[in-house]
């Protein structure tokens, strides 16, 4: 069973950068593609970028400037980096595999984390 | 950039009735290109329908997809109580490749 689990800190200062990790078991880490999504609290699903396993990237535009997104297939691990954050990156982050047949479509996620963006 | 437009954002229903839930899109998007997911307090997404119609792995049969163009439509022919939840329609194509409608919370009547 593939599972994912993020870990990184539950509160940032502004300005500062969010850091996040995912850890992905149970399954191969080739052959898809690994995103970080975002959901600010009670409001919906934003995108924010993906990592291939061969390391190609794709960013969300509206994000791109402060978005890094990197993999270790080493360790079946893949980070999110982003700079310069205000309250309005505060979300629960979650990574999520993506398979493709025609689109990217998300069929396994983390159970997600919260982070809070304040001083 | 595409706009996915859900409707209504609420629903309410009640157990055993059929949902029709509606994704409009800004631009014409390939019907191979849109997905749709059941989200629960306090869980992740979970993926039902992804290429408009091809149920995922573990969906049952009363949930389905159709559509193609602008306009997708998430039916669950008989309402379960597990179903009651919020629905997010998802499309891949150009930029961004990848955009969430902003849901539809069916609750129980």
């Known amino acids: 069973q593939v599972q994912l689990q993020e870990s990184g800190p539950g509160l940032v200062k502004p300005s500062e950068t969010l850091s996040l990790t995912c850890t992905v078991s149970g399954g191969s880490f080739s052959s898809y593609y690994w995103n970080w999504i975002r959901q600010p609290p009670g409001k919906g699903l934003e995108w924010i970028g993906y990592i291939h396993y061969s390391g190609t990237t794709m960013y969300n535009p509206s994000l791109k400037s402060r978005v890094t997104i990197s993999v270790d297939t080493s360790k079946n691990q893949f980070s999110l980096s982003l700079s310069s954050v205000t309250a309005a990156d505060t979300a629960v982050y979650y990574c999520?595999?993506?398979?493709?047949?025609?689109?990217?479509?998300?069929?396994?996620w983390g159970q997600g984390t919260l982070v809070t963006v304040s001083s | 950039d595409i706009v996915l437009t859900q409707s209504p954002g609420t629903l309410s229903l009640s157990p055993g009735e059929r949902a029709t839930l509606s994704c409009r899109a800004s631009q014409s998007v390939s019907s191979s290109y849109l997905a749709w997911y059941q989200q629960k307090p306090g869980q992740a997404p979970r993926l039902l329908i992804y290429g408009a119609s091809s149920r995922a792995t573990g969906i049952p049969d009363r949930f389905s997809g159709s559509g193609s163009g602008t306009d997708f439509t998430l039916t669950i022919s008989r309402l379960e109580p597990e179903d009651f939840a919020v629905y997010y329609c998802?499309?891949?194509?150009?930029?961004?490749?990848?955009?969430f409608g902003q849901g539809t919370r069916l609750e129980i009547k």
């Open positions: 998802q499309q891949y194509g150009s930029s961004p490749p990848i955009t």
């Open positions: 999520a595999r993506g398979f493709t047949i025609f689109g990217i479509w998300f069929d396994y």
